[in-house]
């Protein structure tokens, strides 16, 4: 089911975390800090994206590090192929390239953390720690460059519009609040709703519309001009 996780039914066992890189020092470095932090394990590697596949099938990750550019099979569609998957890990995109149209595409394919290269290692385990939660991460450097341009690419607007006409008003408040950055309990708050309504309503939207997480619903608030 859409917006289901590996880690949400991974109870009190650690996070598995599966990294994905073309450079060999890059997982290394990452495996390092990451093996080393309580809750949190990491479970193996991969050098390409075609490699992520078998990778996930042996090692069935709640969160995956995953470049963008890679020799034979690119991230995009190894992070499209892992959110195919039941359950879906997490996919957090980790790059050099703030800027590189990769990255927008890679939020449509359904990745949930955006991060660079030189972020701080204590904010690499936040993030690893909040996707698995189900909270989005973003690179406050490329946010607000990757909404604007997903805001004014061509048609965007109106086939955002189209897509909330199927939603309730209700739903509709919650894409908003979800848009403006607000949290589960924050929405709540806001629209004097319960916070499992506030999840139900989520779950709802991603059925109709088709969406994976939340990300992808604050790029449709976006698109459509609600935050």
Do not use: C, W
């Given at each position: 089911?859409?917006?289901?996780?590996?880690?949400?039914?991974?109870?009190?066992?650690?996070?598995?975390?599966?990294?994905?890189?073309?450079?060999?020092?890059?997982?290394?470095?990452?495996?390092?800090?990451?093996?080393?932090?309580?809750?949190?394990?990491?479970?193996?590697?991969?050098?390409?994206?075609?490699?992520?596949?078998?990778?996930?099938?042996?090692?069935?990750?709640?969160?995956?590090?995953?470049?963008?550019?890679?020799?034979?099979?690119?991230g995009i569609a190894a992070t499209r192929a892992l959110r195919r998957r039941e359950p879906a890990p997490?996919?957090?995109?980790?790059t050099t390239f703030d800027t590189d149209e990769n990255i927008l595409q890679a939020l449509r394919a359904?990745?949930?953390?955006?991060?660079?290269?030189?972020?701080?290692?204590?904010?690499?385990?936040?993030?690893?720690?909040?996707?698995?939660?189900?909270?989005?991460?973003?690179?406050?450097?490329?946010?607000?460059?990757?909404?604007?341009?997903?805001?004014?690419?061509?048609?965007?607007?109106?086939?955002?519009?189209?897509?909330?006409?199927?939603?309730?008003?209700?739903?509709?408040?919650?894409?908003?609040?979800?848009?403006?950055?607000?949290?589960?309990?924050?929405?709540?708050?806001?629209?004097?709703?319960?916070?499992?309504?506030?999840?139900?309503?989520?779950?709802?939207?991603?059925?109709?519309?088709?969406?994976?997480?939340?990300?992808?619903?604050?790029?449709?608030a976006h698109d459509a001009g609600l935050a």
């Amino acid at each position: 089911m859409a917006g289901v996780t590996s880690a949400e039914a991974a109870g009190d066992r650690p996070l598995r975390v599966l990294i994905v890189d073309d450079d060999a020092l890059v997982r290394a470095g990452l495996s390092m800090m990451l093996d080393g932090v309580h809750g949190i394990s990491v479970v193996g590697e991969a050098a390409d994206g075609g490699e992520v596949p078998a990778a996930a099938d042996r090692h069935a990750p709640d969160v995956v590090l995953m470049d963008l550019r890679m020799p034979r099979v690119d991230g995009i569609a190894a992070t499209r192929a892992l959110r195919r998957r039941e359950p879906a890990p997490e996919v957090i995109v980790l790059t050099t390239f703030d800027t590189d149209e990769n990255i927008l595409q890679a939020l449509r394919a359904g990745a949930s953390g955006f991060l660079l290269k030189d972020t701080p290692p204590a904010q690499i385990v936040d993030a690893v720690r909040h996707v698995a939660a189900g909270d989005p991460i973003l690179s406050p450097r490329i946010t607000r460059r990757l909404m604007d341009r997903a805001a004014t690419q061509a048609g965007a607007y109106e086939r955002a519009r189209a897509a909330l006409a199927r939603l309730s008003p209700r739903e509709n408040d919650v894409v908003a609040a979800i848009g403006a950055g607000r949290s589960n309990a924050e929405i709540g708050a806001e629209l004097f709703m319960s916070v499992a309504t506030v999840k139900a309503h989520v779950s709802s939207i991603f059925t109709k519309l088709s969406l994976d997480n939340r990300t992808q619903i604050a790029l449709l608030a976006h698109d459509a001009g609600l935050a």
